[in-house]
């Protein structure tokens, strides 16, 4: 029989991986670097990819002309104003098909047959029904932002524990306290995280609407700077665009913080 | 606590889940003040029995009946503690309890008030402001508890609620639960597969037979459930005979499972 001696040896390394913030910070910074040092050096043409310092030097100037001012405030109105239209009605809809019977054959056979539509296809259609101007824009991101909520709604009122309702219910609870009190709070995970994925479609839309007839917006003006082969202001918009979609995740963190903090 | 006086009885229940049968003939009858224990082998239909005892499920036949005078305080005659404590994690071990008694006439300060009192009457005071998250078992199903008593019902339906707690925790919140139920005078009916609890807290004992669910036996302990002890001879008589009572049916159920 062979003999066994010494310590266990510990063999639950790994399969952890940690968030080191700053490691994160630090690659961003690195990456820049590196990008500023290889068009210092000529590896990269600047005529096709702009520098960091130059992007940054064209969203100052943007900033101090007032143009970017102009382009951002368009740009946010519409996001804000179609985000909402399509978000308040993808609420609605989705409760509805969650909690009633009626509502859920119906509405689950048009959320099918709809939401696999590639939205940007429908932007000439929008024009043609609502015209060149603001209607067309809105109802391009109110329609994107649409689909997802509905699904994102539904799915979080189905993932409610009916025991909690049946809990409710045998209390005594009145249907508006029981979706007021249970089923709202328990769908708010998976309909706050739908809104993440909302607002990177509503600016994807936003841009591809702006694209098209419009004279405002960051969408029409990365289109006209790159009309104009103009790399550092076609980059300033991107850096803007990036920048809402950050600026719109982190208040959707900062709400799901203060909503959910008992998770 | 204003003592209760209702009777709850079942007459006839039969049920039946996509053509098979799992109650058949159920008469019982629960006098006002008193526990009612029920247990059987896995399968019998005992949760489903408490179910329509509750209103929580429409019996394929049969009837429920409560009868008797309702304390004024009585704000929902018949409420229910649940085996995974049913609690929402969004509120607060207070905002829980206190969930029974928002869409009833009890003004905001009567309803601090009694959601104090049940806070006391369950040792949770110093856990009022905690999440149920940051709870053990024994004190989750604490403040399910506190959450059925505080509407002062006439009859508390209890669904297996230590089943989830480990065997230490389980035996302290028996004590607990004894001297609570005794001490509010409420109806209960209380399901359980723990033999040794059954006799603990039981004055009226009913055997369901396996599948499809039929009273075996009805065992009665008339000795008030204060003051019983675990140790006491005479229940672990009772233990034994309900095990008895049990076993044959408790291993073709088994069997049956592990058919399935």
Not at chain 1, 123 to 149: D, H, M, N, R, Y
């Given at each position: ?162 025991g909690?309702?049946r809990m409710?219910q045998s209390f005594g ?91 | 606590?204003?003592?209760s006086?209702i009777?709850l009885e079942a007459?006839?229940i ?14 019982l009858?629960v006098?006002?003040?008193e526990v009612l224990v029920l ?7 005992k949760s489903t029995l408490l179910g329509i005892l509750g209103g929580m499920l ?6 429920v009946?409560l ?9 929902n005659p018949l409420t229910y503690v649940f085996q995974?404590?049913a ?13 029974a ?43 399910g508890i506190?959450r059925a008593l505080?509407v002062?019902p006439a009859v508390l339906l209890m669904d297996e609620p ?15 639960l004894?001297?609570?139920i005794?001490?509010s005078?409420v109806t209960v009916a209380y399901v359980t ?8 807290l039981g004055?009226?004992?009913v ?54």
């Open positions: 029989m062979p003999r066994l001696s010494g310590p266990i040896p510990f063999r639950a390394r790994g399969f952890a991986p940690r968030d080191v913030p700053a490691a994160g910070v630090a690659t961003l910074v690195a990456l820049l670097a590196l990008w500023q040092l290889a068009a210092s050096l000529g590896w990269i043409s600047t005529i096709f990819l702009s520098t960091p310092a130059g992007i940054a030097g064209a969203i100052r100037d943007l900033a101090l002309s007032g143009e970017l001012w102009m382009h951002l405030g368009a740009s946010l109105q519409r996001l804000a104003i179609g985000w909402l239209a399509g978000t308040v009605a993808g609420l609605v809809v989705g409760f509805a098909i969650g909690l009633f019977t009626l509502a859920r054959s119906p509405g689950m056979a048009v959320v099918s047959a709809f939401f696999p539509i590639p939205k940007i296809a429908l932007v000439p259609l929008f024009i043609i029904w609502f015209g060149i101007g603001e209607g067309s824009k809105i109802a391009t991101l109110a329609f994107g932002v649409f689909f997802p909520t509905v699904i994102n709604t539904m799915a979080g009122v189905d993932g409610v524990p009916r909690l309702i409710g609870l009145p249907w508006r306290s029981i979706v007021r009190k249970i089923v709202l709070p328990g769908a708010l995970p998976a309909i706050l995280s739908g809104f993440r994925i909302t607002t990177s479609i509503a600016i994807v839309l936003l841009v591809a609407a702006e694209m098209i007839g419009a004279e405002k917006g960051i969408g029409a003006f990365v289109l006209s700077a790159g009309n104009l082969y103009d790399v550092d202001n076609l980059m300033a918009g991107i850096v803007v665009l990036s920048a809402i979609g950050l600026a719109a995740s982190w208040l959707i963190g900062r709400i799901e913080r203060a909503l959910l903090g008992w998770r | 606590m204003t003592a006086s009777r007459r006839g039969r049920h039946a889940y996509r053509g098979l049968s799992v109650l058949e003939g159920i008469d009858s006098p006002p003040g247990v059987g082998p896995s399968g019998c239909g429409a019996p394929d036949g049969g009837s009946r009868d008797g005078e309702v304390a004024p305080d009585c704000l995974d404590f609690l929402l994690p969004w509120r607060t071990v207070a905002g829980n309890i206190s969930l008694l928002e869409d009833t006439a009890l003004p905001p300060a009567a309803r601090r008030a009694r959601v104090a009192e049940m806070l006391e009457l369950t040792g949770l005071s110093r856990f009022a402001d905690a999440w149920p998250k940051q709870l053990s078992g024994g004190m989750r199903q604490r403040v506190a505080a002062r230590l089943s989830a707690l480990d065997a230490q925790t389980r035996g302290l919140l028996q004590d607990e004894a001297a609570i005794a001490r005078g597969h723990n033999l040794a609890e059954a006799a603990l004055q009226q004992i055997v369901l037979s396996r599948r499809p669910g039929r009273v075996r036996e009805i065992l009665r302990i008339d000795r008030p459930i204060a003051g019983r002890t675990a140790t006491d001879p005479d229940l672990l008589a009772v233990e034994t005979r309900l095990w008895d009572l049990i076993r044959a049916d408790a291993a073709e159920a088994d069997r049956e499972l592990e058919r399935a």
